[in-house]
């Protein structure tokens, strides 16, 4: 549990992290704090947007919808890892969910299965949404799914988060009963702790070391040709010949 992080200190934990991050309008005073509390926060949430576009996802994740006021959550990651800031306090991505898995989050202990929505989680989460249709079939570029792991790590180094265990990243659909969402994400939501544990125990700098290609075996070496001698030189003609007369000549009677 602690106080949100100020819209500059929150900017500055992305890119130390190494996300890439667009600024989107007047997004550090762009919320919904007239409509209810903005912290304490406990953790982070993803989501998926069942959208497809990024410029198109942006605008509809910082302006909302006629049923739902934007901004929808704190940053959209694009399919290609970019981090768009459309508002920053009280947003409208989390809604109501279970209190159970609220404690777990902040004890970082092992989460329930959510079975209640008694519990405003506007108020408690950092929120990000990701572009994707949620289908199932709509792929997760890795370099999307890296963004969610630096932009998720990012918050909870700067809260200190995540020495008891688990790291306080969840899905929507571990808070609220009914939601799908991140769907698809290669390793789900356990994976994506497990990324972000793995981050935190390195500087906000490091990144995973790329696989060596393999080296590619030396083609076989040719063999040589045989090398023909060179031919006798005068002086060795006359030696041989001598020694060939010398023989004969201890051979007749």
Same mark, same amino acid.
Request: net charge positive; charged share 20%.
């Given at each position: 549990?602690?106080?949100?992080?100020?819209?500059?200190?929150?900017?500055?934990?992305?890119?130390?992290?190494?996300?890439?991050?667009?600024?989107?309008?007047?997004?550090?005073?762009?919320?919904?704090?007239?409509?209810?509390?903005?912290?304490?926060?406990?953790?982070?949430?993803?989501?998926?947007?069942?959208?497809?576009?990024?410029?198109?996802?942006?605008?509809?994740?910082?302006?909302?919808?006629?049923?739902?006021?934007?901004?929808?959550?704190?940053?959209?990651?694009?399919?290609?890892?970019?981090?768009?800031?459309?508002?920053?306090?009280?947003?409208?991505?989390?809604?109501?969910?279970?209190?159970?898995?609220?404690?777990? #989050?902040? %004890?970082?202990? !092992? *989460?329930?299965?959510?079975?209640?929505?008694?519990? =405003? @989680? &506007?108020?408690?989460?950092? /929120?990000?949404?990701?572009?994707?249709?949620?289908?199932?079939?709509?792929?997760?570029?890795?370099?999307?799914?890296?963004?969610? #792991?630096? %932009?998720?790590? !990012? *918050?909870?180094?700067?809260?200190?988060?995540?020495? =008891? @265990? &688990?790291?306080?990243?969840? /899905?929507?659909?571990?808070?609220?009963?009914?939601?799908?969402?991140?769907?698809?994400?290669?390793?789900?939501?356990?994976?994506?702790?497990?990324?972000?544990?793995?981050?935190?125990?390195?500087?906000?700098?490091?990144?995973?070391?790329?696989?060596?290609?393999?080296?590619?075996?030396?083609?076989?070496?040719?063999?040589?040709?045989?090398?023909?001698?060179?031919?006798?030189?005068?002086?060795?003609?006359?030696?041989?010949?001598?020694?060939?007369?010398?023989?004969?000549?201890?051979?007749?009677?």
């Amino acid at each position: 549990m602690a106080q949100p992080l100020s819209a500059a200190q929150f900017i500055a934990a992305l890119r130390a992290e190494g996300v890439k991050v667009v600024e989107v309008g007047n997004w550090r005073t762009h919320n919904r704090n007239s409509k209810g509390a903005w912290g304490p926060v406990h953790g982070v949430m993803i989501h998926h947007t069942v959208t497809k576009g990024t410029a198109a996802t942006v605008a509809i994740c910082r302006d909302g919808r006629s049923d739902l006021p934007g901004p929808l959550c704190h940053g959209v990651i694009a399919k290609d890892g970019v981090v768009h800031l459309v508002g920053y306090g009280r947003a409208n991505h989390a809604g109501l969910g279970d209190d159970d898995v609220l404690k777990a #989050v902040t %004890a970082e202990s !092992a *989460l329930p299965a959510d079975n209640e929505a008694n519990t =405003d @989680g &506007n108020a408690r989460f950092y /929120g990000f949404e990701c572009e994707n249709l949620g289908d199932g079939k709509d792929p997760w570029p890795a370099v999307q799914r890296d963004a969610i #792991v630096r %932009a998720s790590a !990012a *918050l909870v180094r700067a809260h200190k988060w995540g020495g =008891d @265990g &688990n790291t306080s990243v969840i /899905g929507h659909l571990e808070w609220q009963p009914g939601k799908i969402d991140p769907r698809g994400i290669s390793g789900g939501m356990p994976g994506i702790r497990k990324d972000v544990a793995e981050r935190l125990k390195h500087p906000a700098s490091w990144s995973p070391s790329a696989p060596k290609p393999p080296t590619a075996p030396k083609p076989p070496t040719a063999p040589k040709p045989p090398t023909t001698p060179p031919p006798p030189t005068v002086a060795q003609q006359i030696a041989a010949l001598d020694k060939r007369l010398t023989a004969l000549e201890k051979r007749t009677p």
